[in-house]
């Protein structure tokens, strides 16, 4: 006697060897012995062979029509013997009621189960359903199947196209296109960013990491709502100076502005003078979310990501030639000795007299210039410019001045050993670059006179601004740095602490409202210390502990770091692209350690062999090797090692202190999931990239 059984699921047949009331005790094909309750025999048998009835029966059941035996089942609960009876015969035979058992258990979209061996079929409005749920997930196999084929011989399916940075970077693991790429992948055993490559699904490196950042920072676009920027009109104060700015020629965002009075009288003024959109734009108004969705304005060469839109940059932009509403620091100082004697905020129009632009005015604009009544303007100098003297001059001399004071409290001097790099694209077509413009890479010099007197104006009005809010006990957003001991970084807070990179005991990004949102929270802040004293921490938009508050200090941290990462990135891009434009195979570095190496002409660090166990500041010719603009990557081996002069124990602290901020190439990883190859998608190896020289204030 033989038995079919039903066993987790799993339809299985033996020799019948013993039999109680509530089990039996089978012997398998393979010789082994199980025990099965009485519940789970499915049939007893006693021809023919368990093997021979299960082959038979399974060819059988593919021919039974699942539409056919849904017909004629009964529309109550049945069992198999009972579907084999109406659609074979009565009574039908143990191969009609086995390959009817096993049409139905693969059928659960016809006959769902109702017990051991009972079935009851679904209904027809179900059925329809079900079918077609089918005939669809068959469509779309055939549809990966087609997608498949063609990644594999080179050609990209336009909706894979469409989808390429999801599937890169935040896959749906469930959609075809993904699994279209995965199994192309394994099929050909190629990483799937290689895959994409080869099939031109990318249009060129740049294209790639533009389209990246816009995928996972603006996935709606970079344009703007249509938005109406207030004008404040002249319902504030006209202040009796004549101010000026001093930014880059391709500044749009003037925030900051300076001026001087009283040049030769023995007390001087300065005043600094910050563009205030926060007098019209207030939290939670359209333009306030639109940049505190942005938080910060993104750069990159050649193009940019603005906070707010043009119309509302343009009204509040401290443009030459009108009044510019203005939030203003003014300080009073003993013009022999430079030390603050009084300080004022006000609100208030400034008028702008000038835009100086630094790239047309530093090789004339020299510290001979400024300290030097006598030397003679250069040919690049207006008349009006050159009629800046007196002042310039005063501001570079309180400039060194804060400078050597900040450097006291610091402990050791702030040492320039490298120069700035600008990037400049010649043939932009339209609004932004393709990526095969002509880049220009020039160099400027840190601590360079203008720059100074900017950036040291700007750390005094935000130390100035972060000590008074914390005096009025008003809530801001601060930076700080516990010490100069190694691994100790600047953090974002709301309390005013020291920052001892600085050398100040509080600082308080307020100088850049146009472009950074915690400068224009901070700004809220500070108006309201402005208009009511000692009682501005009742009347500022955020309260001490403000939820809210800590909420913009935790998304700007995480959004600015990303930004900051993307302007490294682009600027490596175009630093490789420099590489190949100009055909150089050769360069000459600097080892920074861990056989790691700075270009010494250009913005670049990258690993090479033979550079493992060299001094730090040793210098070498290295011989590049390929570039990789996808990955960003190009390495190098070292073919001499030059005579180089010693370096500084501060220099090389600075070195140290620059290493950190280096960021790596860009690393793809596609998970292609179970039963596939882990691939790498063109993963590099983590050697750094060179960082984005820092603003005047961003310290």
């Known amino acids: 006697m033989f038995a079919l059984f039903d066993e987790a699921g799993k339809f299985m047949t033996g020799r019948v060897m013993s039999e109680a009331e509530s089990s039996l005790q089978i012997e398998l094909d393979s010789g082994k012995r199980v025990k099965v309750k009485s519940a789970n025999l499915l049939l ?16 059988l059941s593919e021919q039974i029509e699942l539409d ?11 069992g198999f013997a009972d579907l084999a009876a109406d659609y074979f015969q009565d009574p039908p035979t143990t191969e009609q009621q086995v390959a009817a058992l096993l049409r139905l258990s693969e059928a659960p979209h016809y006959f769902r189960r109702a017990g051991k061996g009972r079935y009851k079929k679904a209904a027809a409005e179900v059925l329809q359903l079900a079918l077609a749920a089918i005939e669809k997930k068959k469509a779309v196999q055939a549809q990966i199947e087609a997608w498949t084929a063609e990644l594999a011989e080179g050609s990209c399916p336009q909706p894979v196209r469409d989808q390429l940075y999801k ?14 790429v995965a199994h192309a992948a394994h099929q050909t055993h190629l990483p799937p960013l290689t895959l994409l490559q080869n099939a031109g699904a990318i249009q060129n490196a740049y294209q790639f990491h533009w389209q990246r950042f816009l995928f996972e920072h603006f996935p709606k676009g970079t344009g703007f709502p249509a938005l109406e920027a207030k004008a404040i009109g002249d319902k504030l104060p006209l202040a009796e100076v004549q101010a000026f700015s001093i930014d880059d020629s391709s500044t749009t965002e003037i925030d900051d502005a300076l001026s001087v009075q009283g040049v030769g009288s023995g007390t001087v003024t300065i005043g600094i003078h910050i563009a205030a959109p926060g007098l019209v734009i207030q939290p939670d ?9 942005r938080l910060s304005t993104v750069y990159m060469p050649g193009h940019k990501i603005t906070m707010l839109p043009d119309a509302v940059v343009q009204t509040y932009t401290l443009e030459s030639g009108g009044n510019r509403p203005a939030l203003s620091l003014y300080l009073t100082l003993d013009e022999a000795e430079l030390t603050v004697q009084a300080s004022e905020t006000r609100l208030e129009l400034v008028p702008i007299a000038h835009n100086l632009r630094h790239d047309q005015l530093d090789r004339a604009i020299t510290a001979d210039w400024l300290e030097n009544p006598a030397a003679p303007a250069g040919a690049e100098l207006s008349d009006e410019i050159a009629a800046l003297r007196p002042e310039l001059s005063l501001l570079f001399r309180l400039a060194k001045v804060c400078k050597a004071r900040r ?6 001097p702030e040492n320039f050993t490298r120069p700035d790099y600008t990037f400049k694209l010649e043939g932009v077509a339209g609004d932004e670059p393709h990526g095969d413009e002509t880049v220009i890479i020039g160099t400027r010099s840190r601590g360079a006179p203008l720059d100074l007197m900017v950036a040291e104006a700007m750390i005094l009005a935000n130390s100035t601004w972060g000590q008074w809010l914390a005096e009025c006990g008003v809530p801001g957003i601060y930076r700080s740095q516990a010490s100069l001991a190694p691994g100790v970084k600047v953090r974002m807070g709301a309390r005013a602490l020291p920052h001892a990179g600085i050398g100040v005991p509080a600082y308080a990004w307020s100088t850049s409202p146009l472009r950074r949102y915690t400068d224009l929270v901070n700004q809220w802040q500070i108006i309201a210390c402005v208009r009511h004293g000692k009682t501005a921490a009742l009347a500022a938009p955020f309260r001490p502990k403000d939820a809210q508050l800590f909420a913009v200090i935790s998304a700007f941290d995480a959004a600015y770091g990303a930004y900051n990462q993307f302007q490294n990135g682009m600027e490596r891009y175009w ?32 690993a090479v062999m033979g550079a493992e166990g060299l001094p730090r500041g040793a210098q070498v010719r290295v011989r590049l090797g390929r570039i990789d603009d996808i990955s960003l990557e190009v390495g190098g081996t070292v073919i001499e090692r030059l005579e180089a002069p010693a370096l500084s124990e501060e220099a090389l602290a600075e070195e140290a202190e620059d290493d950190t901020e280096l960021a790596a190439p860009i690393a793809i990883q596609m998970d292609l999931g179970e039963g596939e190859e882990d691939g790498a998608a063109g993963a590099a190896p983590a050697s750094p990239a060179s960082p984005a020289a820092p603003e005047p204030d961003a310290q």
């Open 285 to 293: 108004d359209a333009i306030d979310k639109v940049a505190r969705n």
């Open 167 to 180: 599937i890169l970077f935040k896959p749906d693991k469930n959609a075809p296109e993904y699994k279209a």
């Open 407 to 412: 450097e006291v409290v610091r402990g050791k």
């Open 44 to 59: 007893k048998f006693e021809k023919p062979a368990p093997a021979v009835l299960m082959s038979s029966a399974l060819a």
């Open 68 to 78: 056919l035996a849904w017909e004629f089942a009964s529309e109550q609960e049945f």
């Open 575 to 606: 630093t490789l692209h420099y590489l190949q434009q100009h055909g150089i195979t050769e360069l000459t570095a600097s080892v920074i350690k861990d056989g790691l190496v700075r270009a010494d002409d250009l913005p670049l660090v990258l």
